[in-house]
Structures are given as structure tokens and as C-alpha cells.
């Protein structure tokens, strides 16, 4: 039982590259969700999934684009990334009782 | 105002010292209250749930304070372990996601 996985670990990217970050959870949870993690903030959330076939923005979503392609995988896509979009992004799965389990992160650098 | 208030610490203890943070909430629909611990590089992971009446895991007392609107998380008899940034986390009853992140407290316990 793996939980929440995420690929990749680190990524370097040049401003206006694009990359899909995966991510698949094997827990069978109907809600996933993708958050960034900038020093001081908090995590944020760019968007959410409630289930399959259903994605929602969140607080940040400028600059994102996702894909809930099953119930296991939910991935984000930055089309063409900022400096600004540097940050640990963090992938989520929720159970019944709102506890949310997370991915290892993916470090993101935008040169 | 941030929705959900932390000390951003750090705190510095000795090992089996008491330690006590705080956390405040600004809107009046929050429901549920979770406190996450997240290492140094890790994802959070949940430590505990916070009910009305309070609560209790091993060393950590988790307290809600509606009429504040504040949560604190207690660790008594701190261990070089505990060593961590401990999020605060609040779920909104708004209908919808609405899940809040604080920008957490670190902890460092020394020997």
C-alpha cells in the first residue's frame, strides 16, 4: 500500500517549459487535491478534485491546468512556467473522516 | 488578516520540556480543526484532531476555544522527535472545499 506518490522528486524547468506532474493514490479516496508550499505561507490550493470527472479551482489556480484521469491519478500541468511558479508542489488524497494524506512533493525550479 | 494565524517560532526547548502552541482562526464557519506535523523536506502528516471537548494522544493535548477561536496543541515531556513544523488546519463549513492551512510553528528540541 503505497499511499499518495508523486513524480517526479525535482524538476528543473526554463521560464515558458511546460511538465505534468503525476500523481496517484491507491487508498481509494474520491477527493484529491493539489497544493503549493511557498516559506511562510502555508500550503495553498490550486485545484481540487471531489471525484472522478469533477475539478474545481482552488486559491491559486492561475497558470494551472489539471487531469482527474481516474479515480487513482489526478495530475497538474504548468503550459508555460514562471519564475513565480517555483515551489514544492504537494499532491493530497481525503478520506471519510477529512484527513488528507500526502504525496512526497515535487521541488520545482523555473529559471 | 491570514485566515489561520500561527507563531511562526521557532521555539527552542530542551528535551522533556512543555511546550505549548496557539493558533487562531478568523472565520466563524470553521468546523473541524486538525493539527498536521511536517519534517524538515516531508510532507505533513496528520498528528491529531481537535474535538470541542479536547483531546489527548500520549504526550499531546489538543484544546478548541470557539468563543476565541483558537486552538492550541500542548506536547509535554518534549523528545528530540518532535522536532518539526506543526500546522494548523482548519475545515471550513461552507459548503464546497474549504480546507485552510496555517503557516505552521517550528519546533526544535535540543538534548
Given at each position: 500500500?503505497a499511499?499518495?506518490?508523486?513524480?517526479?522528486?525535482?524538476?528543473?524547468l526554463?521560464?515558458?517549459q511546460s511538465?505534468t506532474?503525476?500523481?496517484?493514490q491507491?487508498?481509494?479516496?474520491?477527493?484529491?487535491y493539489?497544493y503549493?508550499?511557498?516559506?511562510g505561507?502555508?500550503?495553498?490550493l490550486i485545484?481540487?478534485?471531489a471525484?472522478e470527472?469533477?475539478t474545481?479551482?482552488g486559491?491559486?489556480?492561475?497558470?494551472?491546468n489539471?487531469?482527474?484521469?481516474?479515480?487513482?491519478?489526478?495530475?497538474l500541468r504548468?503550459?508555460?512556467?514562471?519564475?513565480?511558479?517555483?515551489s514544492?508542489y504537494?499532491?493530497?488524497s481525503?478520506?471519510?473522516?477529512?484527513e488528507q494524506?500526502?504525496g512526497?512533493?515535487?521541488?520545482?525550479?523555473v529559471? | 488578516?491570514?485566515?489561520?494565524?500561527?507563531?511562526?517560532g521557532?521555539?527552542?526547548?530542551?528535551e522533556?520540556?512543555?511546550?505549548?502552541?496557539?493558533?487562531t482562526y478568523?472565520?466563524?464557519?470553521?468546523?473541524?480543526?486538525f493539527w498536521?506535523?511536517?519534517?524538515?523536506?516531508?510532507?505533513?502528516?496528520?498528528?491529531?484532531s481537535?474535538?470541542?471537548?479536547g483531546?489527548?494522544?500520549?504526550?499531546?493535548?489538543?484544546?478548541?476555544?470557539?468563543?476565541s477561536q483558537y486552538?492550541?496543541?500542548l506536547?509535554?515531556?518534549s523528545k528530540?522527535?518532535?522536532?518539526a513544523?506543526?500546522?494548523?488546519?482548519v475545515?471550513?463549513?461552507?459548503?464546497?472545499?474549504k480546507?485552510?492551512?496555517?503557516?505552521?510553528t517550528?519546533?526544535?528540541?535540543?538534548?
Open positions: 500500500n499511499g499518495v506518490t508523486q513524480t517526479p522528486k525535482f524538476q528543473v526554463k521560464t515558458g511538465m506532474l503525476q500523481c496517484a491507491d487508498m481509494n479516496h474520491n477527493s484529491m493539489w503549493r508550499q511557498d516559506p505561507m502555508g500550503l495553498r485545484y481540487y478534485s471525484s470527472g469533477t474545481d479551482k486559491e491559486v489556480p492561475n497558470g494551472y489539471v487531469s482527474r484521469l481516474n479515480k487513482r491519478e489526478f495530475s504548468l503550459e508555460s512556467a514562471a519564475p513565480s511558479q517555483t514544492v504537494f499532491c493530497a481525503r478520506d471519510s473522516s477529512y494524506y500526502f512526497p512533493g515535487t521541488r520545482l525550479t529559471t | 488578516r491570514k485566515e489561520v494565524e500561527q507563531d511562526p521557532p521555539f527552542n526547548v530542551p522533556g520540556a512543555t511546550v505549548a502552541f496557539n493558533c478568523s472565520n466563524s464557519a470553521s468546523q473541524s480543526f498536521y506535523r511536517q519534517d524538515c523536506r516531508k510532507e505533513p502528516k496528520l498528528l491529531m481537535v474535538y470541542s471537548s483531546n489527548e494522544d500520549g504526550r499531546f493535548t489538543a484544546q478548541l476555544n470557539r468563543a486552538i492550541s496543541l506536547i509535554r515531556d528530540l522527535s518532535d522536532s513544523t506543526y500546522l494548523c488546519v475545515r471550513l463549513n461552507t459548503g464546497g472545499f480546507t485552510i492551512f496555517g503557516a505552521g517550528r519546533l526544535f528540541v535540543k538534548a
